[in-house]
């Protein structure tokens, strides 16, 4: 019960509630952000508090090792235990590593047959099923096409699974709609559930929410990523 209290008290609920309550499963959310800012630090700072309430995340990257991914995991989740005031750490953190899998694979040879393939191996070998997919380097939006967007969100929510993915905003030269949204990921609109933008100010990043399911206007709340943990956190 406390720990759950605790939970409930992290800034990743308030961000739910903005987004109407989560993400759900079979949806998708895509991440923005200029090249360095912190998509992934704020991707595996949602995957370490599904961990943290025991569900299950499959971590893919084409863009990392599998050690480099790991010792990610293991520092947003050492913040995390701290800023949250967690007793029984190393157990967490135990308990964190046996339900998540992380999966590297070359950005140019993936495919939804592998993710399809990876999923059904862990299920068959241990009976893992994800409820969180996060794609990190992939889809590439520049070059993909709208059957394989929607060949992932069909896999996830026949797995229950929402999934979660990030593409790059550049400084010049891309075109964008009037929500700051490059056209890239825009023309896939009516597959994307949720979209953020982080946005880097001075001492912070900025967390702003473009799309809300079907929300015409997304609610805006104070909520921004600590530079340092790469958490959440609200002003």
Do not use: C
């Given at each position: 019960?406390?720990?759950?209290?605790?939970?409930?008290?992290?800034?990743?609920?308030?961000?739910?509630?903005?987004?109407?309550g989560?993400?759900?499963?079979g949806?998708m959310?895509?991440?923005l952000?200029?090249?360095?800012?912190?998509?992934?630090?704020?991707?595996?700072?949602?995957?370490?508090?599904?961990?943290?309430?025991?569900?299950?995340?499959?971590?893919?990257?084409?863009?990392?090792s599998?050690?480099?991914?790991?010792?990610?995991?293991?520092?947003?989740?050492?913040?995390m235990?701290a800023?949250?005031?967690?007793?029984?750490?190393?157990q967490?953190?135990?308990?964190?590593?046996?339900?998540r899998?992380?999966h590297?694979?070359?950005?140019?040879?993936?495919?939804?047959e592998?993710l399809?393939?990876?999923?059904?191996?862990l299920k068959?070998?241990?009976?893992?099923?994800?409820?969180?997919?996060?794609?990190d380097?992939?889809?590439?939006?520049?070059?993909?096409?709208?059957?394989?967007?929607?060949?992932?969100?069909?896999?996830?929510?026949?797995?229950?699974?929402?999934?979660?993915?990030s593409?790059?905003?550049?400084?010049?030269?891309?075109?964008?709609d009037?929500?700051g949204?490059?056209?890239?990921?825009?023309?896939?609109?009516?597959?994307?559930?949720v979209?953020?933008?982080?946005?880097?100010?001075?001492?912070?990043?900025?967390?702003k929410?473009l799309?809300?399911?079907?929300?015409?206007?997304?609610a805006?709340?104070?909520?921004?990523?600590?530079?340092?943990?790469?958490?959440?956190?609200?002003?």
């Amino acid at each position: 019960m406390v720990e759950k209290s605790m939970m409930e008290r992290s800034p990743v609920r308030i961000f739910e509630r903005a987004i109407g309550g989560g993400l759900g499963e079979g949806k998708m959310g895509v991440v923005l952000s200029r090249r360095g800012v912190g998509k992934t630090g704020f991707l595996i700072g949602l995957a370490v508090d599904q961990l943290l309430q025991g569900r299950k995340v499959l971590y893919i990257s084409t863009k990392e090792s599998v050690e480099h991914i790991n010792n990610f995991f293991d520092q947003i989740f050492q913040a995390m235990a701290a800023s949250l005031d967690l007793d029984q750490v190393p157990q967490k953190q135990l308990r964190m590593e046996r339900n998540r899998y992380i999966h590297v694979y070359n950005r140019d040879s993936f495919s939804l047959e592998k993710l399809e393939q990876s999923v059904a191996f862990l299920k068959e070998a241990s009976g893992f099923v994800p409820d969180m997919v996060i794609l990190d380097g992939t889809p590439r939006f520049e070059s993909t096409e709208e059957w394989e967007i929607q060949g992932m969100k069909k896999m996830a929510a026949e797995w229950g699974a929402e999934i979660w993915t990030s593409s790059n905003i550049h400084r010049q030269g891309q075109e964008s709609d009037a929500r700051g949204v490059p056209n890239t990921v825009a023309r896939f609109d009516d597959e994307i559930g949720v979209i953020i933008n982080l946005e880097p100010e001075s001492d912070h990043v900025k967390v702003k929410i473009l799309k809300e399911h079907g929300s015409t206007e997304p609610a805006q709340v104070q909520i921004e990523l600590d530079p340092k943990t790469l958490l959440l956190r609200w002003r």
